[in-house]
């Protein structure tokens, strides 16, 4: 059974500051890893797909990177803004239509 | 376009009533997803649609739970006889089988369930 999980739980940081989110699952058998965020009270906003073929995603800010045999993951957000601050979740596609299966997230919050 | 709506945005039912929630998935999307994101559970998968195939029901926690998928476009996720374990914010996602990019997943907004 796939297992996700995302260090640190929550991070604190000043504007301005590079930032990296991690992600590891135990079951290298991916078809692709989705990274997430969710406001207080919203949905999840999907901020970057990787298939399992891919090494790494970059969506202005962020640059997400994929290791597959490691079973890691990472989410860099360069020049963190206090807009950033919300829960991000990374989700993990073990099948061939995408089932996800989620770490618990890391809460962000970028202080000015 | 128009995302994946959801309604209603919130529910509140007594203990031993039946719900239904209720998916819009956008335009063209082929796939449609139910999870569950609860504070001990975190987000978890419960079932899966794809077109007029069998849907994937591995995920649903109990046979109170069923969806049902009409016309492959909405989806109603129905909870008989709640119990207050089944208090948690019910997603919907959906997303394209083929073509780029594969199998991203775009998630509505959630309906908050609450049984008292």
């Known amino acids: 059974k796939q297992e996700v999980t995302q260090i640190p739980a929550a991070l604190s940081v000043p504007e301005g500051e590079n930032l990296v989110l991690n992600c590891s699952f135990t079951d290298s058998a991916i078809y692709n890893l989705q990274w997430f965020r969710q406001d207080p009270g919203k949905g999840l906003t999907s901020l970057l797909l990787?298939?399992?073929?891919?090494r790494e995603q970059t969506s202005g800010r962020l640059n997400a990177s994929l290791d597959k045999s490691s079973g890691r993951s990472t989410l860099y957000i360069a020049a963190s803004q206090p807009g950033d601050s919300a829960t991000y979740l990374c989700a993990v596609g073990g099948t061939s239509y995408g089932k996800l299966t989620f770490g618990q997230g890391t809460i962000l919050t970028v202080h000015p | 376009g128009a995302g994946v709506s959801q309604s209603p945005s919130n529910k509140v039912t007594e203990k031993g009533k039946d719900v239904e929630l209720r998916c819009d998935p956008i335009?063209?999307?082929?796939?449609l997803y139910w999870y569950r994101q609860s504070l001990g559970q975190g987000l978890e998968f419960l079932i899966y649609f794809q077109g007029n195939s069998a849907p994937d029901k591995s995920g649903l926690p109990s046979d109170r739970f069923s969806a049902e998928r009409t016309g492959g476009s909405v989806s109603t996720l129905t909870i008989q006889r709640t119990q207050q374990e089944d208090s948690a914010v019910y997603l919907c996602?959906?997303?394209?089988?083929?073509?780029?990019?594969?199998?991203?997943?775009?998630f509505g907004p959630g309906t908050r369930l609450t049984v008292t």
């Open positions: 996602a959906s997303s394209f089988q083929s073509g780029a990019p594969s199998y991203e997943q775009y």
């Open positions: 335009s063209g999307h082929t796939a």
């Open positions: 990787i298939q399992s073929s891919q």
